[in-house]
């Protein structure tokens, strides 16, 4: 395995000259572009890492599918979807588009950021601190990484240069989608889109999936089954944002990417995967990343179609 994972990386450097690392958050553009990684986690215990599967970035969108699962705990699905839709937009995933075309109104989907700061601002806490706080255990838990910290300067820079989400958040508030603390709502966005990651990390969170919702380490059930099959429906569907059908048909399992250059895949009942390659491609993901996870499905028939 990790002789073919490290052929699987050669491959696909090439590719990461034609992407380029996102600039309007002017932080993440101090990423190392170079950089490829990655880490498998299976249920068995064994683990493969190759490339630079240590590098740091962070986690970006990935964090969505996290809070999703969170809130779904926390309320139920009624009620979170009675606040965000199930239905891909086939748009980008700071759109703002369709946000007004639905009556009542609501964003389509958890996974593009207006979905994804409704689904945050419904996560129980009395403040947007205690909010944080649940988020970071939690996330430490089913990474079973204790030394998770959310990285300052990328979350100070996007909450200065936010405006597109922030835009967003107070429409939603005027449709009564999110409640009237925008800034505090906002603010827990930012900081759960800065922590920072390696590749090991994403693919525990992934295995943590793929084994529905069972922390291996425990054997604890942390998550309802049915809500982390919710959670890998809208990865397959919404995942990759406007790139979700390709990839589907390329790769055939639940990802998501995020603009820190991480893709979190899931293979159902076998592994999780975690990938880095800040390069990006036009529609804000990992451009070499997604190379890899196509070539590594083929060579060990991933598939879930
Ligand atoms: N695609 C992403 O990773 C986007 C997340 C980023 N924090 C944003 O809100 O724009």
């Given at each position: 395995m990790q002789a073919q994972l490290e052929k699987i990386l050669d491959k696909n450097r090439n590719k990461i000259q034609y992407g380029n690392l996102p600039t309007y958050i002017p932080e993440l553009t101090k990423a190392n572009k170079d950089a490829l990684g990655?880490?498998?986690s299976q249920p068995d215990g064994k683990e493969f890492g190759a490339g630079d599967y240590g590098y740091k970035f962070t986690i970006q969108s990935i964090s969505k599918v996290i809070t999703l699962i969170m809130a779904l705990e926390d309320w139920g699905p009624a009620y979170i979807f009675e606040k965000v839709g199930m239905e891909p937009t086939?748009?980008?995933f700071n759109s703002m588009m369709k946000l007004e075309i639905v009556r009542p109104s609501k964003p389509f989907n958890p996974m593009i950021n207006?979905?994804?700061?409704?689904?945050?601002?419904?996560i129980k806490g009395n403040s947007p601190e205690e909010k944080i706080d649940r988020i970071m255990k939690f996330f430490k838990l089913i990474t079973q990484n204790p030394t998770l910290?959310?990285?300052k300067s990328i979350y100070m820079s996007?909450?200065?240069t936010g405006d597109r989400n922030r835009a967003m958040a107070y429409f939603m508030k005027d449709v009564g989608v999110i409640n009237e603390d925008v800034e505090g709502n906002l603010d827990v966005y930012f900081r759960q889109c800065s922590i920072e990651v390696t590749?090991?990390?994403?693919?525990?969170?992934?295995?943590?999936?793929?084994?529905n919702g069972i922390l291996k380490e425990t054997g604890e059930q942390l998550i309802n089954p049915e809500y982390t099959k919710i959670a890998k429906a809208f990865m397959v569907t919404c995942g990759m944002y406007n790139a979700s059908g390709e990839f589907a048909i390329n790769v055939g399992i639940p990802a998501k990417s995020g603009v820190g250059g991480g893709i979190m895949a899931v293979v159902p009942g076998r592994m999780g995967i975690g990938v880095v390659g800040p390069s990006l491609d036009e529609k804000g993901n990992s451009i070499a990343g997604i190379g890899v996870l196509k070539d590594i499905s083929k060579e060990l028939d991933l598939s879930i179609f």
């Open positions: 990655i880490y498998i086939g748009d980008a207006a979905g994804a700061i409704a689904v945050t601002s419904m910290e959310i990285n996007e909450k200065k590749c090991k990390d994403i693919s525990r969170i992934g295995l943590f999936l793929s084994n």
